[in-house]
């Protein structure tokens, strides 16, 4: 086996990867608590000549080179679960009541580390240095994981910076990625409501949070039909409604929670000046409309160049019709954006949809990562590392 060839050796060290993601989708942890994670990436990099520090709490940075000359490009892997119950009647289950991996952290995990195995076999054949991030939190606790890490270093010194995702909304073995908006940025909304309670056979006395929400929903959905024309660029969801507490009162308040996901800063702009204009739902049903909105991750900017590259690399590997721009960017939100605005990065999806099937995905309580994407997942990764790492110390290596 080579460096320049690492098929052989990726396939021999899948089934124990295979084993290791399945023990760390048993033991899912929350964002901020992955201490049993941590400990067990610990163990890997060490025992691998690594010599792994602490980052953002419950995080770790390894590099594999550290202090040797030449570029540093920087992996990344998300650790975290979320807080889901099981469905699954797999026999490598969740055993934590209301905690699951159901995003695939556990298989990202997986990928990196097998990654890290095999960069140590070769490490000396590296032109500069890879670091590798384990991050913590993706899902959105306390602000997220890679905030923390970037004020800790984790990224000083790197050149660029790539990262991947399984994706069950593209075909199994595909590539998607483009330069770019990738992913958006995300808006949590909170619209508070208050009227005036009192017994349900009297509504006229009242005035009802409940009927002024049902229209606020109704209205909000012509924020972006009816606010941003044919280009549109943005999503609009409205996913809790709360209120009241039995069926003969009518209720003070009514809670109504959401989110907007954008492409462009100017289309931000324009949509939160329409979501300002519930006060004519307000006045049309005598209630007080109080509106939130707590900005979340930015929009996931792709770098042109390191875009291309995970699609040369990809293409190389893979065939170049196995490598896409359809459906993209996706309305989903990822910290790793902030990343991105620190450094040169790409960040791409690699498909899981198995043909003739209705895979579930990401988030759905019966969803499982596929074992089968850990070798395309460490191929892509160390390709790309020996494409990107070739052309920044100035001799291109191959793909």
Known sequence: MSWSDPRGEIEALVPQLRQLRRDIHRHPELGFEETRTQALCRAWLEDRGYA?????????VADLRPGAPGPVIALRADLDCLPMHETTDIEHRS????????????????ILLGVAELLARHREAVPG?????????EEGVRGGGAKVMLAEGALDGV????GLHNWPGFPKGQVHVRSGAMLAQVHELTLTITGKGGHASQPQLCRDPIVAGAHLVAALQTVVARGLGYQGGAVLSITQFTAGTTHNVIAETARLRGTVRTFDPAV??????RLHEVDGT????????????????????????CAAA?????????????????DLPCAGGEDFAYFAQAVPSAYFFVGAQRAGEDTPVCHHPDFDFDDDLIPTGMGLFL???RDRLGELAGRRGPS
């Open 52 to 60: 792994p520090r602490v980052c953002a709490e419950t995080g770790l």
């Open 95 to 110: 055993i934590h009541a209301g905690k699951a991996h159901k995003c695939g952290h556990d298989g990202h995990t997986a």
């Open 129 to 137: 240095n890879v670091r590798l991030l384990f991050q913590p939190a």
């Open 159 to 162: 050149a660029e910076l790539y």
């Open 268 to 273: 931000s702009e324009r949509v939160m000046a």
């Open 282 to 305: 307000a006045a049309t049903f005598g209630v007080k409309i109080e509106l939130e909105v707590d900005e979340g991750y930015p929009v996931l900017l792709n770098d042109p160049r």
């Open 310 to 326: 995970v699609a040369r690399v990809a293409a190389a590997q893979l065939g170049a019709a196995r490598v896409s721009e359809q």
């Open 383 to 385: 390709g790309i590392v």
